[in-house]
């Protein structure tokens, strides 16, 4: 450090040693209790001033706590004297007593700087370079001492202390805040995560493959509970081996470790089975975090249930084609009928110009035959097209079902038991009469061709209303406990002319009859079977709000005290037994149905309440009706007996007896029914 003379004229105004030290204590108390750069600046030159006045401070932070100035000149409130500067590189202080004399900060061809007769200047190092500038000026001449110089140099050392903590620590408070920010918008984002996770329809699985290799679930969503049935507590923790089969569990795993090693989403379409039902899926594998390997990390598995929309595009599919064939076929047959029609004009006319000759009428006749079969085919074929001539009538589904018992009994075996069940309100259906039925017996004699051991044929029906933009259905279906169908029987089981059946055993126009007609009515075909399950059929006829065509009367009711009165029906035939059973429930009755006699007298001797017997005379076993009504009579004296025969049988020797000649009217049996009752004394 170079230190000038020192002028005498101010040795008087040097500050003592222990007012420079109770000066320092000051500057510490000071600075201790700030925590702003500018007012820890302030602050300390207003110490340092006094304990120097009349001298006045200033301190310069020349890289502004950045660090970032280069290596030139540094710049203070005295960078006019540029040798000055060259001393302070080196770290010392630079004391000038008077800037007129001194050689240092003389200027030629300019006065010295009138403000700044004395100087103390006092540099900060750091790491090299310096930092800060702490200047002590004077408007004389002053002569620096020893105390003052090192009182300056430790305030200069202390200040730039301060503003570097205060620093610090403004910048460690910004970096918190910045770190709250990004923790308060991660918590955010779990958030809306979590919520998405939760709430989403999609099926969500957060899985880890970890660095030894293991496939582990860590999370999944209540879409993924409940598509697959499974709590979290199960899922949770466990690898895909311990949930699924092994095919299913290998390309899962598969399809995570190609989504880590290409480092984005990977898509995929696939078939799944769980708790033996098929499903078809639709996923995304995502990766969330990476490892240090690449082979492991923290991956999404969304997924989405694709079964029905598939199923829907496939019923799409099939309804396209049975439309494209059903144009076509309707052409054909259309253009068939009239070759038909034309071989029956040309097989008249060479009966009718031979003379009906002997040789020659029995090939007419045969020709005639193929014809009428042919045209029997082409109906079946045009009613596919929906091109036949359909003669649509208002009517009801049980009435016309149950007139055409005989018809289903007849396309039947003794091996199969048919079962009917017809809602009670059921709505009336506007459709061809003779259609309807040929399609009911074209199903009743597929369900009897599926029942090769015997089995058992459902006709059910009941009303299926509509929602905003949908009609008011009917369901009529035919369900059989046979063989069932494949799905890819289902899918063509349509089509004209595909079977199953041996050669010469079907003509597979059957079910295309069913479809065109239903079709045609303004309805649909549904099909629900499976191999071992059975099959069954349903058609979606519109309901109509027309009067039923040739409605009979309404059926009287019971009346008065007669009113629930307990009829115990014995009927073999199964289907006039439920068009009976539910005719009567109808008109107010409760009814007990028994297939023959034996089971009737079973009822009868258990002492269960029975107001009325109605029976049928010609029944299976070794009593027939006649035999009942004694056996009834004998178990219950003055029970009221109905029996009904469509033939002459002897019936006049039992005593109050009613007899109903078939074919009946429900109206007839009912009014029976009432006078029959009337003679007996009420029911409990």
């Known amino acids: 450090m170079t230190c000038p003379p020192a002028d005498p004229l101010h040795d008087d105004t040097a500050a003592t040693g222990d007012a420079l030290d109770r000066a320092l204590i000051e500057l510490g108390d000071r600075l201790r209790d700030l925590d702003d750069a500018a007012a820890v600046t302030a602050g300390a030159l207003e110490v340092v001033g006094r304990a120097l006045a009349p001298a006045r401070a200033e301190f310069t932070d020349l890289d502004g706590g950045d660090g970032d100035r280069d290596g030139g000149a540094p710049s203070w409130p005295g960078r006019q004297w540029s040798g000055l500067a060259d001393e302070l590189r080196g770290g010392r202080v630079v004391v000038v007593g008077d800037t007129g004399t001194d050689p240092r900060t003389i200027t030629t061809g300019r006065p010295a700087d009138a403000l700044r007769r004395a100087l103390l200047v006092v540099p900060v190092e750091l790491g090299g370079r310096t930092a800060a500038v702490l200047t002590i000026e004077d408007s004389a001449p002053r002569a620096w001492n020893g105390a003052e110089v090192t009182f300056a140099r430790i305030a200069a050392d202390r200040i730039w202390a301060a503003v570097a903590h205060t620093r610090a620590l403004t910048r460690l408070k910004a970096g918190e805040e910045r770190v709250q920010e990004r923790t308060r918008a991660l918590l955010h984002s779990e958030a809306r995560f979590q919520g998405y996770f939760d709430a989403s329809p999609e099926f969500l699985f957060l899985a880890r493959i970890t660095p030894d290799g293991r496939f582990v679930y860590e999370d999944v969503n209540p879409a993924g509970e409940r598509q697959y049935g499974l ?13 699924w089969d092994r095919a299913t569990a290998a390309d899962i795993v598969r399809r995570a470790r190609q989504c880590l090693k290409l480092g984005r989403p990977v898509r995929y379409e696939t078939e799944r089975r769980f708790n033996g039902q098929p499903m078809t899926l639709n996923v995304v594998v995502a990766p969330l975090e990476k490892g240090t390997t690449g082979t492991e990390g923290l991956f999404l598995y969304c997924g989405r249930d694709m079964t029905e929309q598939r199923l829907a595009e496939e019923q799409l599919r099939q309804s396209q084609k049975m439309e494209a064939i059903g144009q076509l076929t309707g052409g054909v047959a259309h253009d068939f009928n009239n070759l038909l029609q034309a071989l029956t004009g040309c097989l008249q006319m060479i009966e009718r110009r031979t003379g009906g000759a002997p040789a020659i009428r029995p090939l007419v006749e045969a020709g005639q035959q193929a014809i009428h079969r042919g045209a029997r085919l082409i109906q079946q074929l045009m009613a596919f097209g929906r091109r036949q001539s359909l003669h649509p009538e208002s009517l009801s589904l049980r009435d016309r079902v149950f007139g055409m018992s005989e018809l289903l009994l007849r396309a039947l075996r003794a091996d199969i038991a048919i079962e009917t069940a017809f809602a009670a309100d059921l709505w009336p259906v506007e459709v061809d009469p003779t259609q309807l039925e040929l399609a009911v017996i074209n199903l009743a004699v597929n369900a009897r061709d599926a029942m090769p051991a015997g089995g058992r044929l459902t006709v059910s029906a009941a009303n299926l209303p509509g929602g905003d933009d949908a009609p008011d259905m009917v369901r009529l279906t035919v369900a059989d406990t046979g063989t069932g169908m494949a799905p890819e029987v289902q899918a063509r089981a349509f089509e004209p002319f595909y079977t199953t059946k041996e050669v010469g ?28 399950r059975g099959t069954s059929i349903t058609l979606l006829l519109p309901r109509t709000t027309k009067p039923v065509s040739g409605t009979a009367p309404d059926l009287p009711a019971a009346t008065g005290n007669r009113a629930g009165a307990r009829v115990l029906l014995a009927e073999d035939d199964p289907v006039v037994a439920s068009m009976v059973a539910a005719a009567l429930e109808d008109a107010g009755y409760a009814v007990v149905r028994t297939g ?11 002492g269960a ?12 076993g070794a009593m027939n009706g006649i035999d009942l009504a004694h056996a009834a009579r004998r178990a219950r004296p003055g029970l009221p007996v109905v029996l009904t025969t469509g033939y002459s049988e002897d019936v006049s020797n039992i005593q109050d007896v009613h007899v109903l000649p078939k074919p009946y009217q429900i109206a007839e049996l009912v009014t029976l029914l009432e006078a029959a009752l009337g003679e007996s004394p009420p029911p409990p």
Do not use: H
């Open 231 to 243: 709590s979290r507590r199960d899922i949770v923790g466990r690898s895909p081996e311990e949930l």
């Open 505 to 532: 055993k079907g003509s597979g126009l059957g079910l295309a009859q069913v479809y065109g007609f239903t079709r045609q009515s303004g309805g649909r075909v549904e099909i629900d079977s499976a191999p071992g």
């Open 609 to 620: 309440p029975v107001d009325l017997l109605f029976s049928d005379v010609v029944m299976p």
């Open 596 to 606: 023959n006699a034996a089971e009737a007298l079973e009822v009868l001797s258990s």
